[in-house]
């Protein structure tokens, strides 16, 4: 193999494995709306690159790519092949995101359970004959800690401002999730209403949320022991080629020429088969009653 097409080789390499584990990382830390093709790819990139995280969140993702690219200088240090190097680089970020999955459902699922609870404590003041305006501000003292947060902000709107209705699209904008704008939906219709009326339906919110609670947290439960499989077959991996390369340095210089292309290739086919298994392992999204494409106050 001439210098130019060993050059070739590792370029190709080093493309391949990275878009297969950008592939996986993509389907791993997918979020946002559904939506039109063109709104899903704005929220994937802006997904990708961190402009849609916390800002907590996208120094926790600087801090992960700076010690993957400290492992993967460790790495060439040790063994001087490429490919090897670029694939320990990109093994945390990975591994961060794959350790990860699941927790954005438990987060859903932890506060749908407590718009659930809110509701139940707003139906007994309101059986006091307080209004439901009312009854929402009185309740930030008692406010759960999934919801608190973004309760006390819809309890700041209603005191200074007097649209009630934007602050609980606001609300449940801040809470993103299809169940709590269905809370919110039916909070609005009742937002005049002071009698028995109000009482039933907030009953009624908390019964449903209740059971859709305990039905998600049912199927998560089974969700998360493929994770788990997953996981293990990826940790058992990773164990085995570690060991390979640290007992036999044959295996190592087996990959300093054109092997590096086939290793490229694995470890990209491994990823995208990763990030196949974790899309099926994640919930489906629904459709939000209350969009996020109107005018904000």
């Known amino acids: ?39 899903r790819a704005a ?25 993957g690219a400290a492992f993967g200088v460790v790495c060439w240090l040790l063994t001087a092949i490429p490919i090897i190097a670029i694939l320990a680089a990109l093994l945390i970020p990975f591994g961060r995101y794959l350790l990860s999955i699941g927790k954005a459902e438990a987060a859903s699922i932890k506060r749908l359970d407590a718009v659930g609870k809110w509701c139940l404590r707003l ?51 801040a809470l993103a999730d299809p169940e709590v704008d269905t809370v919110a939906a039916l909070l609005i219709l009742h937002l005049s209403d002071q009698g028995a009326g109000l009482r039933t339906s907030l009953a009624n919110i908390a019964a449903t949320c209740a059971k859709k609670v305990a039905l998600r947290r049912e199927t998560e439960a089974e969700r998360e022991k493929a994770r788990s499989e997953m996981r293990s077959i990826v940790l058992i991996m990773l164990i085995a080629a570690a060991l390979a390369l640290a007992a036999a340095g044959g295996f190592a210089q087996a990959y300093s020429g054109s092997g590096q292309l086939y290793m490229a290739m694995f470890a990209a086919a491994f990823a995208a088969i990763l990030a196949w298994m974790a899309r099926m392992n994640q919930p489906a999204r629904s459709d939000r009653i209350l969009g996020t494409d109107r005018r904000r106050r």
Do not use: Y
């Open 1 to 39: 193999m001439t210098i130019s097409t060993l050059h070739l080789g590792l370029a190709a390499a080093a493309l391949l494995a990275a878009a297969g584990l950008v592939l996986a990382w993509s389907a791993l830390s997918r979020g946002g709306e559904p939506g039109p093709a063109r709104s």
């Open 43 to 67: 929220a994937a990139w802006a997904n990708l690159t961190g402009a849609a995280l916390p800002a907590a969140e996208r120094r926790k993702r600087t801090a992960t790519w700076a010690a």
């Open 123 to 173: 139906e007994r003041l309101a059986a006091t004959g307080t209004g439901l305006q009312e009854a929402i501000v009185a309740s930030r003292a008692f406010a759960p800690e999934a919801i608190a947060t973004e309760l006390g902000e819809l309890c700041d709107r209603l005191t200074r401002e007097a649209d009630p209705e934007a602050a609980l699209r606001d609300f449940a904008d």
